[in-house]
């Protein structure tokens, strides 16, 4: 069904000549980099692309569901078009505390959510992409 709806968007956009307009995996990339004493999500735009700061989340999804967004720092956002945005590459830091404080010494899954639009009118329907992780000590 996904495929159906991008490959359908595809020829919407293509049709109009907007050929700037990238698809949602090329539009907004997350990753993650494991550090020391924490986990970093990053999300890599793509020209011309921003993310809403009311849409972009983090949680814990197993093995319960928290939300982690409230207890970690966000990107710097500006005001476009009365939202306020993301416009660059940026990285939430997650602590390696922070997850053992909320569910203990156990496998889990984060998942980020967000949505972004392109500045050329485009706007991609909300996203979420789950990282799976061994025990919190084991990940170094």
Known sequence: MTKKLLVLLSIVIYSFGAKDFVSPDVAIKPSVEI?????????SLYKDIYVYDKKLKVLITKPK???????IAKPATENFKGDQVIVKDFSLN?????IKEK????????????????????CYAPT??????????NIK
């Open 103 to 122: 569910i203990g010494n156990v496998p889990f899954n984060l998942e980020v959510q967000y949505q972004g639009c392109s500045k050329l009118g485009l």
């Open 35 to 43: 550090k020391q004493n924490s986990i970093d999500i990053k999300l």
């Open 128 to 137: 979420s992409k789950t990282f799976k992780f061994p025990k919190i000590d």
């Open 94 to 98: 997650v602590p390696s505390t922070l």
């Open 65 to 71: 569901k928290i939300d982690l967004t409230n207890y």
